[in-house]
């Protein structure tokens, strides 16, 4: 698709003015080490971030609702109903049901007053919506709706349709904070508070916003689209494109791993006719396909059980092999400007020796006469930077709670000796350390100057996920751990990892994510909400090059 075709498909959605804004001036894509680039948060009602002037893209599925249930309906069975237009939105309210809904402004922290304020949604056609949950002072009339909203933690904005015309249902809703409305407009696509946070990194990393992870998406016709009800399933690649664009960053897309061929070239060839020429697009074959907790990585063992069964690696070899075919068609669709792609393997970082099996795949190579090791096609070798030092784990939380006794300021101190060097606890439940991680990223370097490839990182950062049964006794532990995450002390070892890396001949650290709220299941937000400055955050930004 050329660039005028982007423009004109966008233009109801702000992508033309978006596109066709000055780019911010940018060197040329660098390998030597230093620098810093940061993967992208996914998106969802609930999401921190929130980056979308529109809060209508970061919607949750339509459901459908009954006096009785919350759910009555999910989205998946008001689609096999007959009950969704093609884009997702409601045409109808089905039997059983009392309304259709969506959630939007979801459980956002008190501390985000960026998001608090008058919004005023609209939408096309005709039906009888409310607004319920945490909204006030709603009104209402024909096409449209207001209201306030303060951001409470656990507030949610509901949004219902309890009567739908058949012949013209009420759809394409578009919900804008009254302040940000002019810059909507305008064309704008991305809220500036949050868009401020992204300029100067190197690459941003989109695996979140394509929904890699245990994607269903095969087919190019059945992706992500500028018209969809939400953009929670994956953002359209226009819109990828647009942010790239607007801040002059180079994009780092990860493809499903279940992509046909026609999807990937369709998609690589859109990139290369609208992204800026003056910046790189970097393609990756899924994610972390080494990881059993995903769906690819369950795909790629039974592919590779039923071609060769019985083989341990087997998974790995296929990984670099679909990998390998994937970079021949992006090869294919940059013929005339390879300077302009870059094709990345993504390694196990700490199974060192596992990595061969998908830079060499010789069962795959053996299968086809013109098929060489996959590290050949490919530019970068990709590995983690994550530390946790153990904190968190059931065995060392008798030590951290100790420690606490002591006071944040000391206890952050002797947590940060441990993160960094293993100090106080050794061995398995010592966790993954700094130090440890620096001879990891010196060993995979070798690797990757043997292949001829050049290291990067696609993800980095804090892992320690604390112990769920010791949170819910201790609820205090979380908050303590929580502080930890966002102290002075935090920011040190990310300046201490970021250098590491590039030390270790790292073309640069990635940092996941930019903007996420702490939970059970981490603290991986540099930023806790968008105006979260802190110690943490200003490490990383602090390297942008």
């Known amino acids: 698709m050329k660039r005028r075709s982007v423009l004109m498909l966008g233009a109801a959605f702000g992508l033309q003015a978006a596109i066709g804004m000055p780019l911010t001036a ?103 919506v409310r607004i ?32 739908q015309d058949a012949a013209d249902p009420a759809r394409n809703f578009r919900c804008i904070h009254q302040d940000l409305q002019a810059e909507y407009d305008a064309g704008q696509i991305f809220r500036p508070e949050w868009l401020a946070l992204i300029g100067g990194f190197r690459v941003i990393r989109l695996m979140d916003w394509m929904a890699t992870n245990d994607s269903t998406l095969s087919e190019w016709d059945d992706r992500p689209r500028l018209t969809s009800a939400t953009w929670t399933l994956g953002v359209p690649v226009e819109v990828m494109v647009a942010l790239a664009n607007q801040l002059g960053i180079d994009p780092w897309f990860c493809f499903p791993h279940l992509a046909t061929d026609d999807h990937i070239t369709r998609f690589a060839t859109l990139v290369r006719d609208s992204l800026d020429p003056g910046l790189t697009a970097w393609y990756e074959f899924s994610n972390e396909v080494w990881n059993f907790q995903f769906g690819q990585t369950q795909w790629a063992l039974q592919q590779a059980e039923a071609q060769w069964p019985g ?30 792609l870059r094709k990345v393997i993504t390694a196990h970082t700490a199974w060192i020796d596992l990595n061969h099996a998908m830079l060499d795949a010789p069962l795959w190579v053996a299968d086809g006469p013109d098929r060489r090791a996959p ?68 060993a995979q370097h070798a690797i990757a100057q043997e292949a001829g490839l050049f290291l990067v990182m696609y993800e980095g950062g804090s892992h320690i996920v604390p112990d769920r049964a010791a949170i819910d006794a201790d609820p205090e532990l979380f908050d303590f751990l929580e502080r930890f995450h966002y102290s002075d002390q935090m920011g040190a070892l990310y300046r201490r990892a970021i250098d590491g890396f590039g030390a270790a001949g790292g073309a640069f650290f990635n940092a996941f994510v930019e903007v996420s709220g702490p939970g059970p299941a981490g603290f991986w937000g540099a930023r806790r909400h968008v105006g979260d400055d802190n110690p943490r955050w200003r490490a990383i930004a602090d390297s942008r090059a």
């Not at 006030?136 to 904005?157: C, L, M, Q």
């Not at 944040?408 to 010592?430: I, K, N, T, Y």
Request: hydrophobic share 40%; net charge negative.
């Open 26 to 128: 940018r060197a040329a894509t660098r390998t030597e080490p230093g620098g810093i680039a940061v993967g992208l948060s996914g998106i969802s009602d609930w999401g921190a971030s929130q980056p979308f002037i529109d809060v209508m893209r970061q919607s949750r599925e339509w459901m459908g609702r009954s006096e009785a249930e919350f759910v009555s309906h999910t989205n998946a069975q008001l689609r096999e109903g007959g009950h969704l237009d093609a884009d997702g939105w409601p045409v109808s309210i089905p039997d059983g049901s009392t309304a259709v809904g969506t959630i939007i402004l979801c459980d956002l922290s008190a501390d985000d007053i960026s998001v608090n304020g008058h919004y005023r949604m609209t939408w096309d056609g005709t039906g009888d």
């Open 132 to 163: 319920n949950g945490t909204g006030t002072n709603v009104t209402t009339g024909p096409g449209w709706a207001e209201f306030d909203y303060v951001a409470s933690d656990t507030g949610i904005v509901a949004i219902d349709i309890v009567r």
């Open 311 to 340: 083989q341990g690696d087997g998974w790995m070899q296929y990984y670099g092999g679909r990998a390998a075919e994937m970079a021949v068609l992006l090869d294919a669709v940059y013929a005339d400007a390879p300077d302009r």
């Open 375 to 442: 590290k050949t096609h490919f530019d970068a070798y990709a590995v983690t930077g994550y530390f946790d030092g153990g904190i968190g784990r059931p065995a060392n939380l008798s030590l951290i709670r100790s420690w606490r006794d002591m006071g944040d300021a000391r206890a952050f101190d002797l947590m940060a000796e441990q993160v960094a060097d293993g100090r106080h606890v050794a061995g398995e439940e010592g966790g993954t350390t700094i130090a440890t991680l620096e001879e990891v990223w010196a």
